[in-house]
C-alpha cells in the first residue's frame, strides 16, 4: 500500500521561503510520477510541479523560476523548494505519485501554505 507523509507547510511573509517534504512508502519509489499540487479555498486544485521516472521536471507558469521539485531516491523522499513566496501561492499542498503523469492515484495528506503579505 502506497503511503505518503507530506511536511514543512507553514506560515511565511512574502519573499520568504519553504522547502516541503514527501516520504513514500509502500511502492517502487523510482518507477513513478511524483508531483505536488495546490489548492487554496473556493478554487479546483492545481499541479504545481511534477517529475517523471526519467527525472524530467515540469512546472506550472505561477511558480516556474521560484519553486523546484526534487526527489532523493536513497531516502525515497519528494521535495519542493519555495523561494519569492507570495500571497496567492497560499493553499493546501499536497505530495502525489501515479504510474505515469497523466493519471495521479495516490495522495498524501496535505500540508498548509500561508503567505502573508
Known amino acids: 500500500q502506497v503511503q505518503l507523509v507530506e511536511s514543512g507547510g507553514g506560515s511565511v511573509q512574502a519573499g520568504g521561503s519553504l522547502r516541503l517534504s514527501c516520504v513514500a512508502s509502500g511502492y517502487t519509489h523510482s518507477r513513478y510520477c511524483m508531483g505536488w499540487f495546490r489548492q487554496a479555498p473556493g478554487k479546483e486544485r492545481e499541479r504545481v510541479a511534477h517529475i517523471n521516472t526519467f527525472g524530467v521536471k515540469t512546472y506550472a507558469d505561477p511558480v516556474k523560476g521560484r519553486f523546484t521539485i526534487s526527489k532523493d531516491d536513497t531516502k525515497t523522499t519528494l521535495y519542493l523548494q519555495m523561494n519569492s513566496l507570495k500571497p496567492e501561492d497560499t493553499a493546501m499542498y499536497y505530495c502525489?505519485?501515479?504510474?505515469?503523469?497523466?493519471?495521479?492515484?495516490?495522495w498524501g495528506q496535505g500540508t498548509q501554505v500561508t503567505v502573508s503579505s
Open positions: 502525489a505519485t501515479g504510474a505515469n503523469c497523466l493519471a495521479f492515484g495516490n
